[in-house]
C-alpha cells in the first residue's frame, strides 16, 4: 500500500512517512486513505469519461444503437430516444417482452438449448462455430462471386450497354449489403427457441401458398435442365502448342512403307 501511495503523489504525511506496520492502525489514517483512494478513483473516471472515444468503440456503441432500435422496432415500441438512458430503455424493453410473454402459452418459446453447458463443452461449441462459420463464409463467397459474375453478363448485349449505369445504380445497393462474413454469433445459439428445429421444406404447400408467384408458372415448369458443372466433369485443359525448336535431332530408326500401286 505504501508504494501505492508513493506513486500516486499522495499528499497526506501519515500515510507516507513513519513506520510501515503502524500507519493504518488509528480509524483517522484509515478514513483519510478511503478520502484519499475515493477521491482518485473519481478523477480517473472523470478523465476516463473525456477522453475521446477510439473508433471501435465508436462502431460497438452504433451497433448497439441499432439493435435496440430493431428490438423496439419488432415489439412495436416507440423509436429509441438518444436521449434516454439506456437502463430506463433496458427496463421497458423486458416489461414489453414479459407482458408479450404472459399472453402465450407456456411451452410456446421454450429455449432450443435446454441443458446448461460447462466451461469445456462451451469450448468445444466454440471451436463447432468457428468451423462452421469459415465453411458457410467459403459457401457464401461463392455465391456472390457467381452473383457478380451474372451481374457482368447482363452487361454484354447491345440493348444493356445503354442502360448500364440504370442497372448499377438499381444493383448497387443490393450488393453492398451482402456480406462475406457471417453474422452468426453463440448469442444466436442461446436466443434460439425450440421451434427452430422444425424445418419446413422450401417446396411444401405451405410454403408454395406464399413464395409462388405467375412467373414460376412460366419459368419452371418441367423438369430443370441439368446444367453440369461438376468438379469430376471436368477435362484436362489442352496442352500449349510450342514452335518446333531449332537443330533438332531426329529420332531414331524410322521404316517406311511402299505404297502400292492401284490396279487399273
Known sequence: MSGLLGELRCPYPSLTTGDVTSRLRTPENCLQLLYFLSSELLAARLQARKRPRSPEQENRSREAVCELQHICQALGMPEVDPDCPIPQLMADIKSKISG???TMPPEQ????????????????????????????????CMMITRFDVTLESFHWSERAKDRSKAMAKAFKPLRQSLQEDSQVT????LAARDDLSRIIKT?????????SC???KVLMTGGVPDRGGRPNE??????MWEKRREGGGGG???????RGKKKK
Open 100 to 102: 408479450l410473454l404472459s
Open 109 to 140: 418459446m421454450a429455449p432450443l438449448l435446454k441443458t446448461p453447458l460447462a466451461s469445456e463443452e462451451w469450448k468445444t461449441v466454440e471451436k463447432i462455430h468457428g468451423a462452421l462459420r469459415a465453411e458457410y463464409q467459403c459457401r457464401k
Open 186 to 189: 453463440l448469442a444466436h445459439l
Open 203 to 211: 417446396s411444401s404447400g405451405t410454403s408454395r401458398d406464399k413464395t
Open 214 to 216: 405467375a412467373i414460376n
Open 234 to 239: 471436368i477435362e484436362p485443359p489442352m496442352p
Open 252 to 258: 531414331g530408326y524410322q521404316r517406311w512403307g511402299k
